[in-house]
């Protein structure tokens, strides 16, 4: 955390609340807000959507593996132009338009993300195969330097999924991890992941089953019973990142209502809160 008292909070923005013109501008001029009353916010997008008319446009196969894309060079090329070109500079143009002041990383500026290829373990008919997912990578070291400096100065850094190694091998890496160790390094105050529903439910096809509260050991137990599954599954992982590695709370937020933001400045129960 910086400058004093300011509560730092990481957002991690992704899935429809980014397709849709009008949501979107909606849930950007609230993580403006927060910067308003007094929070240095940090957002980290990714750029599903994007990446994947990019590349069906361009005739390139790309499939998912648990929740990471398999990136080919070829692959990569679009990946980055995408993320970096489109997603990330359309994020920081809006955020500039409604008068704040934006600035747009990967992970490869001031060496902020250091990455290693990702030894994709999987297990086919019980036995344990590494999978090479190509160009898609792991964090291993993140350098807060710069997000201090930025946000020392009332910066709202926009962040995206792209980083290199040592060697400078570039990779692609799930926004959901790179988030998780962004707000984790940052020793955030909350991490806010925006998914497409309310929260982590009780029972996944009851929407009033809503958990308020869980920690790191019951997430565990409901990824076991298969209640936290599917995409579900990245994003409870980058919260338990983002707890282990520094950060005080995580929150499972609806994106596509914008308005749950503000509920969360002002104190509100919204969404699933996972502490340590």
Known sequence: MHKGESRTIVVKYGGNAMTDES???QVIKNICLMQQKGCQVVV????GPFIKAALAEANINSEFIDGHRKTS???????ERELKGNVNSNIVGIINKLGYM????SGKDGKLVTAVKRQHRK???GQEEIIDLGQVGDVVRVDTRLLGFLLDQNYIPVLTCIAQDNEGWEYNINADMFAGHVAG???????????DVDGLLADKDDPQSLLNEVNIAETGKLIDNKTILGGMLPKIESCIIALEKGA???RILNGTKPEQLI?????QKTGTIIKK
């Open 185 to 195: 390094a940052l020793q955030a105050e909350e991490y806010i992941v925006l998914t």
């Open 73 to 79: 060079p070829e692959a990569f090329r679009y990946v």
């Open 23 to 25: 949501l979107k501008l």
């Open 102 to 105: 934006a600035v747009g990383l």
């Open 123 to 125: 297990v086919v008919n």
């Open 248 to 250: 005080k709370a995580a």
């Open 44 to 47: 980290i997008h990714g750029g």
């Open 263 to 267: 509920g969360v400045m002002n104190g």
